[in-house]
């Protein structure tokens, strides 16, 4: 079944640094990578997606990008603020074929003012 | 739309006790997830369900049963409670649409079995 790997399990950056969050993912039939963030005491909400056909998406100052022949997806925050500081969770997902929603361990972001 | 709910919040439990959680959408979505969350391990799947009457099993799902009785309602059931399952547990659900493949989450149930 598709494992996904996330890295790092903890990032710190300063405000208004860039922040970078890394996943791969094993099984070529997945086609759909969402990014989940998960504030303290709350469910996961989506903030950006990518689908196998792209290359990378844009969202304000929230990016991904994706590399298929890699297996490799990365989630960029620009700018980053006090109110980036959160768990995100990157998951792969085959549309068509398992239907099931794989998640990363999580990675717990700090932004310092 | 009050999206998806979970009903408890919060629940301790001394190990054998049953329980049943409930998780309500008001989206109208066919497809229904139970995940559990512990830390370091992400989230991981219970059970899910791709319409009423139906369930499957995900990645981690002994000791736990579930019900599709109502399109609006997944519920699971912890039969015999075992300190192993303290966790903190999330619904979520999607349309049956090829392109909406977003999954919606509640606010969790936080779980605790002695």
């Known amino acids: 079944g598709e494992n996904v790997e996330q890295h790092p399990s903890t990032l710190s950056v300063q405000e208004g640094d860039s922040a970078v969050i890394k996943c791969t993912y094993s099984d070529s039939a997945s086609n759909y990578f969402p990014w989940y963030k998960q504030e303290l005491g709350k469910g996961p909400q989506l903030i950006i997606d990518?689908?196998?056909?792209?290359g990378e998406k844009k969202d304000q100052r929230i990016a991904v990008t994706l590399n298929k022949t890699a297996k490799h997806f990365s989630l960029h925050i620009t700018e980053t603020q006090p109110e980036d500081s959160a768990v995100y969770f990157c998951a792969a997902f085959s549309q068509g074929g398992s239907e099931k929603l794989v998640f990363g361990k999580g990675t717990k972001l700090t932004v310092n003012p | 739309n009050a999206g998806v709910t979970q009903t408890p919040k919060f629940r301790v439990l001394k190990t054998g006790q049953s329980m049943t959680l409930l998780c309500a959408q008001d989206?109208?979505?066919?497809?229904m997830y139970w995940y559990r969350q512990d830390p370091g391990m992400g989230l991981r799947l219970i059970h899910y369900?791709?319409?009423?009457?139906?369930?499957a099993k995900g990645e981690v799902p002994d000791g736990y049963n579930v019900s599709r009785l109502k399109k609006q309602n997944f519920l699971l059931g912890l039969e015999s409670a075992a300190p192993s399952q303290t966790s903190v547990y999330f619904c979520a659900s999607r349309e049956d649409r090829e392109k909406v493949i977003e999954q919606f989450f509640g606010p969790g149930t936080r779980l605790t079995v002695l």
């Open positions: 989206m109208n979505h066919e497809y």
């Open positions: 369900s791709v319409g009423e009457g139906t369930t």
């Open positions: 990518i689908r196998s056909n792209v």
